[in-house]
Nanobody, 120 residues
Framework: QVQLVESGGGLVQPGGSLRLSCAAS????????MGWYRQAPGKQRELVAG???????NYADSVKGRFTISRDNAKSTVYLQMNSLKPEDTAVYYC??????????????WGQGTQVTVSS
């Protein structure tokens, strides 16, 4: 079994910052790509940012220059630093991690989601 635990969401004013964390644990042999999605009410889940094992990153156009994804392989953790937050960033944020288990299965695992609300 693999577990992902997210933290760091909350309420912030426009222009503020938040840092999300997602820590993986369990039967993990290795971790591949990691990323963050978000889903706003009435909208489809969308990719926010992704990071490869080698550290290459990609971002949705709407967050480029404001959000930064990073990872700490020793801690099996992915982060999302969110700056200059806007009301349209309000959503539930989910991390996703590609895991190879000790049983040699490769699967995508999702975090439980953390609410980010940007409002004055």
């Amino acid at each position: 079994q693999v577990q992902l635990v997210e933290s760091g969401g909350g309420l912030v004013q426009p222009g503020g910052s938040l840092r999300l964390s997602c820590a993986a644990s369990g039967s993990i042999f290795s971790i591949g790509a990691m990323g963050w999605y978000r889903q706003a009410p009435g909208k489809q889940r969308e990719l926010v940012a992704g990071i490869t094992v080698g550290g290459s990153t990609n971002y949705a156009d709407s967050v480029k220059g404001r959000f930064t994804i990073s990872r700490d392989n020793a801690k099996s953790t992915v982060y999302l630093q969110m700056n200059s937050l806007k009301p349209e960033d309000t959503a539930v944020y989910y991390c996703i991690v590609v895991v190879t288990t000790f049983e040699e299965r490769i699967d995508n695992y999702w975090g439980q989601g953390t609410q980010v609300t940007v409002s004055s």
